[in-house]
């Protein structure tokens, strides 16, 4: 608390920028989650819960998919006049609605911009656009593999497609507005388990597949991906005999940093790592050994307004939660009984939201008599502004042309 006082006597003194005391406080809250003992989700799934997404517009609406192809929403930010409450469902695609996927439900997303409009993907081969008052498709695309995963772009005006991770190698883009599908990205030589569309670009997207590799892809150009991530920096080792990779193992999941600087990769080699986005090399930060027994997708997430940034990996039965600045693993998170399958972060309320084999959806909200790293924030915020200008010197076109060299052959 005295710390916090003294951040509002600076500002007031105009010694800090408001936005200084801002990220104060949501690192003090990132950095202090634990199990809500106030709080919880009503239970509608029946099997294992896969995946999670808050919807961006209002930062409301909780939307789930589960092993059994059922879709829910719940509203997260219902505040009774009661100390503990249970967050209720609100609607959604039950076993009884002749629509409901027939598979395990892979991957759920809002649309970026309306909470009308909702989009799913499935083992059972379909992308679904579902209208959320009717709750019937408003759009379906047969892709004729299981789907491991999909994503629209928060950022992109200029298209609105959905990229799609399936049990083929090929990445299959469904455009949105012309109901189309056509359009193919082949790189990758497995399963494309992980699709992740830049925040900063809207052109950029991500892929990993179970051949080991991230490829980057400019998609207005269809000749091949801008470049492949190698975990090496181009410094194979001599006994290393296989081409370049990411990873080791599958790809399990992708996620960008906040901020679209930084891509998140997690492996089956139960290796987590920090890549460039501009340059495309390896940051070499360590972050030891981390648990990945996932033979799907795995849908984990970082935080926003945080400073360090944070990562939260389902670890098995945990959810790790990792500084993305050093590395190091702060804690972990534990209250699943079984495999944690996914979890998404309110940007907010710096909460989160997890869903596992348990088929419970667990909320973890800031602890605020846990000692935070406020002293390291203070000390990170005096060189925020001189952080700012300098990123604005560095080129953050990731897909300038320089990279689309090949675009011709």
Known sequence: MGIMLSFLVERSNSCKRSTVLSSAEATRRTYSLDLSKAKDVQRIHMSSVNTLDLDPVENRYLLSGGGDGVVAIYDVQTRPAVKEWTCPYMCGVGRSNPHVHKRSVETVQWYPHDTGMFITSSMDEKVKVWDTNALTPAEEFDIKEAVYSHHLSSVATQHCLIAVGSKSSRIQLCDLQTGSSTH??????????????????????????????????????????????????????????????????DVSGLCFTDDG?????????????????????????????????????????????????????????????????????????????????????????????????????????????????????????????????????????????????????
């Open 184 to 249: 193919i990205l082949r790189g990758h030589k497995d399963a494309v388990v992980s699709v992740q569309w830049s925040n900063r670009e809207e052109y950029l997207l991500a892929s990993g597949s179970r051949d080991g590799r991230i490829l980057l892809w400019d998609v207005r150009h269809a000749s091949g991906c801008l470049r492949s991530l190698d975990q090496y920096n181009g410094k194979k080792p001599s006994d290393i005999t296989i081409g370049t990779s990411a990873h080791k193992g």
């Open 261 to 409: 600087l930084y891509l998140i990769s997690f492996g089956t080699d139960h290796r987590l790592r920090r890549w460039d986005v501009v340059s495309g090399k390896n940051t070499l930060l360590n972050f030891g050994h981390v648990v990945n027994e996932s033979g799907k997708s795995v849908k984990f997430t970082c935080s926003v307004g945080s400073n360090p940034a944070a990562a939260f990996i389902p670890t098995v039965n945990d959810i790790s939660v990792f500084d993305l600045e050093d590395g190091e693993m702060v804690y972990d998170l534990k209250g699943h009984y079984h495999k944690v399958n996914c979890c998404v972060f309110h940007p907010y309320l710096q909460e989160l939201y997890s869903g596992g084999n348990d088929s419970n959806i667990l909320i973890w909200e800031p602890v605020l008599d846990r000692d935070p790293p406020l002293e390291e924030e203070e000390e990170n915020s005096k060189n925020d502004t001189n952080e700012v200008e300098a990123s604005s010197t560095v080129q953050t076109n990731a897909t300038a042309d320089a990279w689309s060299s090949d675009e011709g052959d």
